[in-house]
Nanobody
Framework: QVQLVESGGGLVQAGGSLRLSCAAS????????MGWYRQAPGKQRELIAG???????NYADSVKGRFTISRDNAKNTMYLQMDSLKPEDTAIYYC??????????????WGQGTQVTVSS
């Protein structure tokens, strides 16, 4: 079974940092179009950082300059370094990606989410 598992969330004071990880496991051939999303209470889930199919990165204006997305293809793991955190960054953070399977085919997978809470 192919899955994405996030980790690294927690409680941090404003101005602090956290690093989220998203590890893919299972019979994976390759992964593309991976990204980080977040959903705050009462709001829609939004894309905040992602890789395009060509490997370039893009960021939402709300996190640009503070968050950095990266990945280790050998480990099938994606990261989100979050610096200068603000209370408005409080949300559940999800990773998502298109996973190409060793047996053929592609599936779009969501992780289970990890809570990030930033106190003022």
């Amino acid at each position: 079974q192919v899955q994405l598992v996030e980790s690294g969330g927690g409680l941090v004071q404003a101005g602090g940092s956290l690093r989220l990880s998203c590890a893919a496991s299972g019979s994976i051939k390759s992964i593309n179009a991976m990204g980080w999303y977040r959903q705050a209470p009462g709001k829609q889930r939004e894309l905040i950082a992602g890789f395009t199919s060509s490997g370039s990165t893009n960021y939402a204006d709300s996190v640009k300059g503070r968050f950095t997305i990266s990945r280790d293809n050998a480990k099938n793991t994606m990261y989100l370094q979050m610096d200068s955190l603000k209370p408005e960054d409080t949300a559940i953070y999800y990773c998502n990606g298109n996973i190409f399977l060793q047996r053929g085919g592609v599936v779009n997978i969501w992780g289970q989410g990890t809570q990030v809470t930033v106190s003022s």
